[in-house]
Nanobody, 119 residues
Framework: QVQLVESGGGLVQAGGSLRLSCVASGSLFGINAMGWYRQAPGKQRELVAVITSSSLRNYADSVKGRFTISRDNAKNSVALQMNSLKPEDTAVYYC?????????????WGQGTQVTVSS
């Protein structure tokens, strides 16, 4: 089992910045990709950014150039630096980790942290 604990959400004005952090604990063998997803009210959960253990990164088009994902493998953590925030970035942000086994893959989620951007 893997536990993910997020921190860093909050309320910010448009144009401002926030930094989200996620720390993984438990049985971490086989963890490869870690990332951030978000879900706004009435919408489906969507990928924001993902980073592999070898630091390959992928971003949603809507956040490219504004958000930066980083990872500290020694601390089993992933962070999301969010700059130039827009009201449409308002959502619950979830940390995700993928753990690979010989027979498959397990996905883990954090409890979510609210990000609210006021106009």
């Amino acid at each position: 089992q893997v536990q993910l604990v997020e921190s860093g959400g909050g309320l910010v004005q448009a144009g401002g910045s926030l930094r989200l952090s996620c720390v993984a604990s438990g049985s971490l063998f086989g963890i490869n990709a870690m990332g951030w997803y978000r879900q706004a009210p009435g919408k489906q959960r969507e990928l924001v950014a993902v980073i592999t253990s070898s630091s390959l990164r992928n971003y949603a088009d809507s956040v490219k150039g504004r958000f930066t994902i980083s990872r500290d493998n020694a601390k089993n953590s992933v962070a999301l630096q969010m700059n130039s925030l827009k009201p449409e970035d308002t959502a619950v942000y979830y940390c995700n980790a993928l753990q690979h086994f010989p027979g498959g893959t397990q996905s883990y989620w954090g409890q979510g942290t609210q990000v609210t951007v006021s106009s």
